[in-house]
Each structure stands twice: as structure tokens, then as C-alpha cells.
């Protein structure tokens, strides 16, 4: 269904304005049907573009729109497994996430060249199993100055197609995460945590109704923060349903296990959980330790192996750096990658064995949240507008696909559901009429069509 929608969306844009798009589809058409041919003789080889440069008068966004034609013509061929590693184009030149190039069988790489008014498009196919270039080709067409224009417009007409807010109210201060878990007759319960207490929503429609709530209580001593910041995490193990509650201004977090039609103590963890993973058929509580009452963890990753009771001791430690924001994506309970916001505001990214991935174009942000090892949310680093992006993490890319613009100060992203939509929830603290009043609106971001 996403590769017809794919292909439905490639054939409006390259229909729009009927001849404007002919010459750039007819060179896209060709050089997808080149490496078609090329690769016809061959299963299920892996091949994926890692260079991609521009001398010609076309602009980085009219670059994206060739390479995601480009993609898309590709992913129709059936014995070509497509690895889509973008993370950006900048200053002509496309940027690449190389960590998984050892697993590819083929490399291509794209140049786009301009012949007075002809624009072409420079292939370059790379054999890494014979480590070397084993096919060269050229194709050149004529490009109107309207076609031009039209690659490099941007194009806002399918943005209901991307994640777009769905749900906005207002909130009491101070939440700091949200999170939701199917009950045991399957409805959805949201999990609003709050420095003092947990607040459980069921939802009635487009309404959350209070369900429950139970008071969390912090042994002193007690870290003085400006703003209060926490992680929630929910989670089964065998029949229990768990939670775990961490945060800036307590040297531990609270361990729960819902048992009896109560949330009874299991114990206490001296980081903030943010995962439950698995890793050599173990599962572990991995997460996080905030600088005592400041907003920043600090640069350990904390593994702990589960079991109840549990025993807060045997945590081992992996080295990231200090962190505004972190998270973890993973798959089928694996741990893929771990994402962090450092000090700097500077987003970097990390394998599952802790080294840096490189390159990675250069990219500011605030916080952060991953989404089923797919999608990674990101805030801009404003105080007044602020802004989320919306990324495609599957290949171990960074690939951009999705902006929306938020009025007020992003606190907090959460990966979680809303209803049977899968998303992100935000906090974001928005000024209020009256001198010095704020307030907190949740907003929950999805994808309409999933």
C-alpha cells in the first residue's frame, strides 16, 4: 500500500504541468532502466547510492526530488534490495550514513552535470565484493527553465500524507512524559506522569477521561531543579505490567508492578529506564543518569540486567557524552542505535556498539524520541515558534521527510499511540494572556495514512 501511494505521488508530481516534468522523468527513466538492465542476471542484490553531487544550475531541494524519483523507480525493481542511507542534501553534495556500507554488494554514485541547456546525469556503479568500478554511464536531456522552477519549489501538497498534529489540550505544569499500554480488556491506557503523581486516561472518542491515579513518593534527598524532567517507562514481564519513573531531582527511580488491582513498590534502579532490551536472549533495563537537579544526563548508558526482585547493582556501563536529550530505537527488542542531543545542541549518533556514527550532517535540536526503530522526532532549539522534524531512521539512515511548525517551546517528545495511531507526544510551553503566564498544551502528532 505505501509503494502504490509511493508511485501514485511520483506519477502526480512528474504529471504536474505535463511537459515540465518530461525532461527530468525521462532521465531518471533511463537511468533506473540502465541499472535495471545492468542488474537483471542477479537475486536480491544490495545496492544503495552513497555519492551523490551536483555541478549543475539545480538547486539541493530539485537534487531530492531526482535521487527520491531515482529511489522510487528503483524500489520497483524485484531483484534489487534498495538501501536508502540519505540523510540530507547541503552545498551540492548529498550526505550519506556509510556505517552499513559492508553489507552492500553494489555502491553507486550520482553526479549531476550541466551542458549548457541540457542537464545531465553522471552513474557510477562500484563493486565492493570486486572493490572496483564496474560500469560508467552518461545520460543527458534538455531541461526547460519552467521545469526548473518547478523541481525547485517545494512542494507542501501531500503534507496531510506526514505526521500532522491530530490532538491538542491543555495540560497542568509540570508533566514530563507520557506514555500508554493496551489494558487487559485491550483499551488503551495513557500514563501522564507528573513530579508527584501519575494521572491514568482512558479515552472516550477524541476525549481522555481520568481513570486512576496514585501518588509517587520520593525519599529525600531531593535535588533542587528548575524545571522538573522525567522519563516514564511501561513495559510486561510475564504477567506483571511494570512501570518506571525517573528524574532530575531524585538519585533513583521508582520501580512499580500492578498486582491485586494496586501499583505495589518492586524496588528501586539508580538511573532513569528508558528501555526494556534484549540482548543475548536477556532481557535489560537500559537508560540514563541525570547531573543531580540540572536538565542534562550525564555520559554513561546504564545496562541492568531485569529480573524481580530486583537488584539495582549490577548495572554495567556503556560511554556516549553528556546529553540534553537520548533515546533508543530499537527492533523486536533489539537495541539499533542510540540518539543523542549533546551539550552543544548538536545531534550524534551512536551503533549498538556505542561507536560514533560518521558522517552526519551537521544538525541542532533540543529533544528527541524514536519510534518503533522507523521515525525519530526532533525539536529546534526556540524558545517562541519552535519546530518538530520528522525523520526516516530504517537502514540506519537520517533521511528528513516531514516539518511542522509548533507555537510555543517543545518540553518533551514521547513515542506512544493515540487510539490506533501510532506517533509522537509533545509538552510545549506556550505563553498565556496575562503578564508572565504560561501554559502547557499536549499535542499527539501521527500519520493519517497509517
Not at 17 to 38: D, H
Not at 286 to 300: A, C, M
Not at 347 to 360: D, S
Request: proline share 3%; charged share 25%.
Amino acid at each position: 500500500m505505501k509503494k502504490a501511494i509511493g508511485y501514485l505521488l511520483l506519477f502526480i508530481t512528474c504529471s504536474a504541468g505535463a511537459w515540465a516534468q518530461q525532461g527530468a522523468e525521462a532521465l531518471v527513466a533511463e537511468s533506473a532502466a540502465y541499472l535495471g538492465a545492468f542488474f537483471k542476471d542477479k537475486f536480491d542484490v544490495r545496492v544503495a547510492v552513497v555519492r551523490f553531487e551536483n555541478e549543475s544550475e539545480l538547486g539541493d531541494l530539485a537534487m531530492q526530488k531526482i535521487y527520491q524519483m531515482l529511489v522510487s523507480r528503483l524500489e520497483g525493481e524485484k531483484n534489487i534490495l534498495l538501501a536508502d542511507l540519505l540523510v540530507g542534501f547541503s552545498s551540492g553534495r548529498g550526505e550519506f550514513n556509510l556505517a552499513q556500507s559492508d553489507k552492500l554488494d553494489f555502491l553507486l554514485d550520482l553526479k549531476l552535470i550541466q551542458n549548457k541547456s541540457r542537464t545531465g546525469l553522471g552513474l557510477t556503479v562500484f563493486s565492493r565484493l570486486q572493490d572496483r568500478v564496474v560500469a560508467v554511464k552518461y545520460f543527458e536531456k534538455a531541461l526547460s527553465q519552467g521545469e526548473m522552477e518547478l523541481l525547485q519549489t517545494r512542494n507542501f501538497a501531500f503534507s496531510s500524507l506526514g505526521f500532522s498534529k491530530l490532538l491538542e489540550f491543555e495540560s497542568k505544569k509540570d508533566l514530563m512524559d507520557i506514555q500508554s499500554i493496551a489494558a487487559a480488556d485491550g483499551r488503551l491506557q495513557y500514563f501522564f506522569y507528573y513530579p508527584d503523581e501519575i494521572i491514568i486516561y482512558m479515552a472516550n472518542e477524541t476525549r481522555l477521561e481520568k481513570h486512576f491515579q496514585f501518588e509517587l513518593k520520593w525519599s529525600r534527598p531531593y535535588y533542587p531543579s528548575r524545571h522538573p524532567e522525567g522519563k516514564l517507562l511501561l513495559f510486561r514481564s510475564a504477567q506483571d505490567l511494570l512501570l518506571s519513573a525517573g528524574n532530575n531531582f531524585c538519585p533513583y527511580s521508582q520501580l512499580l508492578v500492578f498486582r491485586a488491582g494496586q501499583w505495589q513498590e518492586a524496588g528501586q534502579v539508580d538511573f532513569v529506564p528508558f528501555r526494556l532490551v534484549t540482548m543475548n536472549q536477556n532481557p535489560y533495563l537500559v537508560g540514563g543518569r541525570y547531573e543531580e537537579g540540572r536538565n542534562f544526563f550525564k555520559n554513561r548508558v546504564y545496562f541492568l540486567p531485569f529480573a524481580l526482585p530486583i537488584d539495582g547493582a549490577g548495572a554495567y556501563q556503556k560511554q556516549t557524552c553528556p546529553a540534553m536529550a537520548m533515546d533508543f530505537s530499537t527492533a523486536e527488542g533489539q537495541l539499533q542505535a542510540v540518539h543523542v542531543i549533546d551539550r552543544d545542541y548538536a545531534y550524534r549518533l551512536f551503533t549498538a556498539g556505542f561507536e560514533e556514527m560518521k558522517p552526519l550532517a551537521e544538525r541542532k535540536g533540543a529533544s528527541l524520541a524514536t519510534l518503533d526503530g522507523r521515525w525519530l522526532a526532533m525539536s529546534d532549539h526556540s524558545r517562541v515558534v519552535d519546530q518538530l522534524f520528522f525523520f526516516d531512521i530504517r537502514d540506519g539512515g537520517l533521511r528528513q521527510v516531514y516539518t511542522g511548525k509548533v507555537d510555543g517551546e517543545v518540553q518533551f517528545i514521547a513515542a506512544g499511540n493515540w487510539q490506533e495511531t501510532r506517533g509522537f507526544w509533545t509538552g510545549v510551553r506556550q505563553a498565556a494572556p496575562g503578564a508572565g503566564m504560561e501554559r502547557l498544551l499536549v499535542q499527539f502528532w501521527g500519520r493519517r495514512d497509517e
